[in-house]
């Protein structure tokens, strides 16, 4: 079952900054539409960011010029460099792939980022 593997996290001060990177299977990740998603404790899981397979970026409002997303094709691998970070970015951070062809693919295990003020 193909599945991301999320990596990067951790504790970081405010202010500080922060690379999360997202592998995939290489079939499914050239066509893909990769995306970042965040969940707090008791929270839903929201969107962070998306890159489709032709580089358009959408980002949530919350991130917008801290946060850039990047994709890799050669190496299947998506990144979310973080900056100017902030207690609120507390969060898990998942991964998602939507396929054209197999649709949303399973969810990483999601790497914790811990922001302290």
């Known amino acids: 079952q193909v599945q991301q593997v999320e990596s990067g996290g951790g504790l970081v001060q405010a202010g500080g900054s922060m690379r999360l990177s997202c592998a995939t299977s290489?079939?499914?990740?050239?066509?893909?539409?990769m995306g970042w998603y965040c969940q707090a404790p008791g929270k839903s899981r929201v969107l962070v960011a998306t890159?489709?397979?032709?580089?358009?970026?959408n980002y949530a409002d919350s991130v917008k010029g801290r946060f850039t997303i990047s994709r890799d094709n050669a190496k299947n691998t998506v990144y979310l460099q973080m900056s100017s970070l902030k207690p609120e970015d507390t969060a898990v951070y998942y991964c998602?792939?939507?396929?054209?062809?197999?649709?949303?693919?399973?969810w990483g295990q999601g790497t914790q980022v811990t922001v302290s003020s």
């Open positions: 290489g079939s499914i990740f050239i066509s893909a539409t």
């Open positions: 890159i489709t397979s032709g580089g358009r970026i």
């Open positions: 998602c792939a939507d396929s054209p062809v197999f649709g949303r693919l399973p």
